[in-house]
């Protein structure tokens, strides 16, 4: 706040019991590690047709991710019936089901 409310930050920070000037302070260190996501929004889709979108980790490889795409609920529901012909993995972004 100290670049916008120059005179308001510098009473706070010396009545805080700082000796120097808050300008003269350093700025705060940016850690892009704390920024990243851990998981990621899976696309499920039925024969090219998006069915659901499940939040999975990120590190997850592309048998875990085959496996929770069919047992997902609304796949399971689109591919009642039918025969799983193919199912195309594209990691962290989708799997698509081919069904007969």
């Known amino acids: 706040m100290s670049p916008v409310a120059v005179h308001m ?25 704390l920024a990243k996501s851990s998981s990621i929004t899976l696309v499920v889709q039925i024969n090219g047709k998006v069915r659901d979108k499940i ?3 990120e590190g997850l490889d592309q048998e875990e991710l085959k ?15 039918k025969t799983v012909v193919k199912v195309i993995v594209v990691p962290k972004k989708l799997v698509n089901i081919v069904v007969k």
Do not use: F, Q, R
């Open 55 to 57: 939040e999975v980790d």
């Open 67 to 81: 496996k929770i795409a069919l047992e997902s609920p609304k796949a399971k529901s689109g591919i009642e019936g």
């Open 9 to 33: 930050c510098e009473e706070i920070w010396t009545s805080l019991g700082a000796k120097t000037s808050i300008h003269e302070e350093k700025w705060c260190e940016w850690d892009e590690n």
